[in-house]
T-cell receptor
């Protein structure tokens, strides 16, 4: 079974508009962490934002925020005021506490975001 | 600005040749991960280390791949012999295990490998 599901292979957004990238996850572990990474065309993986399963508030980092809905097991990334430089592949990932010994991350398949001028 | 470094950035080789990829984790980080990225399979975890000890290499084809950490500042991934299906981008990432479930993995720029 897929642990991390990103249902949008590709998305378009107009510059300066907000966009939401979907991520759902599957775990029975009560303690887990959720991560979003950005991979521009240059290829590097850039860490964006983190949300812990016990965090009371949704995480925010600048123009990035995470819409965390624990009961629905979703951790959607919201990018406000899109910029052309936001065009990239975005990956959602999860770490379960049971694997904490190794810090193993499970990645989704990614969503390719294109920002239109 | 601390970063994970990887060498070489690009490698073109012929089938059957040995390939060695190197990674320097961020100073002070105690976990190192090797990933492979392809269009078909996405990001796959090959192996990871904590405090230089291998914790899991179940994602690696054992007959041809090997991963080591000779010291805390160097991790290596070797393929011998290489095959065309090994063509991919290989990423190294490092993290600090004491952060627990919050441990963030920081990725290097990757090695683009093409096996002809």
């Amino acid at each position: 079974a897929q642990k991390i599901t990103q249902t949008q292979p590709g998305m378009f957004v107009q510059e300066k508009e907000a966009v939401t990238l979907d991520c759902t996850y599957d775990t029975s572990d009560p303690s887990y962490g959720l991560f979003w990474y950005k991979q521009p065309s240059s290829g590097e993986m850039i860490f964006l934002i983190y949300q812990g399963s016990y965090d009371q508030q949704n995480a925010t980092e600048g123009r990035y925020s995470l819409n965390f809905q624990k009961a629905r097991k979703s951790a959607n990334l919201v990018i406000s005021a899109s910029q052309l430089g936001d065009s990239a592949m975005y990956f959602c990932a999860m770490r379960e506490a049971r694997y904490n010994q190794g810090g193993k991350l499970i990645f989704g398949q990614g969503t390719e975001l294109s920002v239109k001028p | 600005d601390a970063r994970v470094t990887q060498t070489p950035r690009h490698k073109v080789t012929e089938m059957g040749q040995e390939v060695t990829m190197r990674c320097q984790p961020i100073l002070g980080h105690n976990t190192v991960f090797w990933y492979r990225q392809t269009m078909m399979q996405g990001l796959e975890l090959l192996a990871y280390f904590r405090n230089r000890a291998p914790l899991d290499d179940s994602g690696m084809p054992k007959d041809r791949f090997s991963a080591e950490m000779p010291d805390a500042t160097l991790a290596t991934l070797k393929i011998q012999p290489s095959e065309p299906r090994d063509s991919a981008v290989y990423f190294c990432a490092s993290g600090l295990a004491s952060s627990g479930v919050r441990e963030t993995q920081y990725f290097g720029p990757g090695t683009r490998l093409l096996v002809l």
